[in-house]
């Protein structure tokens, strides 16, 4: 199993932050488990616009992908590319919902793809701080980097926005935007990224900034009932 030597570092966190049911308390089926999620991560976020889509939702040999509505802009009809079999394959994609309240779209593709759960209410409010997450972009339409963090803050709010927000350390550049947040433990889709912020053009990963787990399933199931 081949992934970033950072991946397989952070496994020796878990131990310490992540949730670790006893089945999965060995330290080589940790191993795997975050190998598994790597490649499902690589294998199935696509590059939409000018940023990151993941698959949440399939239904009549179609795939819904969720990304962020400033990526797709006024556009209905996109470019996506797929990085398979190390190559790069293109296909359109249709824009379904849009909701700029919560700056996220929905996005059509015909195909079938391997999609991420999202993390219930419940769950989401019993995350910690300091618990391991993956995030995943396509940076300037490059195939995808997967880059590993943790959480800040769960209900992260800023003063002059009513807006509720996901906060967390891993990296993120340029193309990000749209991208998922999976938390490790779980697998689990616990936010969409929408805003990287930075200091004089340099981008800070400490400022990445996620629409959480019960924003992206309020606006889905509006348009998607059937999602879990």
Request: glycine share 10%; net charge neutral; hydrophobic share 40%.
């Amino acid at each position: 199993m081949k992934y970033p030597a950072c991946l397989a570092g952070m496994v020796l966190l878990v131990g310490c932050f992540s949730r670790q049911p006893e089945e999965r308390s060995d330290y080589q089926k940790y191993e795997e488990h975050l190998g598994k999620l790597h490649d499902k991560l690589l294998a199935v976020s696509v590059h939409i616009g000018g940023g990151t889509g993941e698959p949440i939702y399939v239904s009549n040999g179609d795939t819904y992908f969720l990304t962020a509505k400033h990526v797709v802009g006024e556009s209905f009809i996109h470019d996506v590319t797929i990085y398979k079999n190390e190559s790069f394959q293109k296909t359109k994609g249709t824009v379904v919902a849009l909701s700029p309240e919560f700056d996220l779209a929905i996005v059509r593709v015909s195909g079938i793809f391997d999609c991420f759960d999202i993390m219930s209410d419940e769950d989401y409010s019993k995350l910690r701080q300091c618990e391991i997450v993956l995030a995943a972009g396509w940076p300037r339409a490059q195939p995808a980097i997967i880059s590993v963090g943790l959480i800040r803050n769960t209900f992260y709010k800023e003063p002059a926005r009513p807006e509720i927000w996901l906060y967390h350390s891993a990296s993120g550049w340029f193309g990000f935007s749209g991208g998922p947040v999976i938390h490790l433990a779980t697998g689990l889709l616990v936010g969409t990224i929408v805003e990287i912020r930075g200091h004089n053009g340099e981008m800070d990963s400490s400022r990445m900034i996620a629409v959480p787990a019960p924003q992206i399933r309020k606006f889905v199931k509006q348009f998607l009932p059937r999602v879990k």
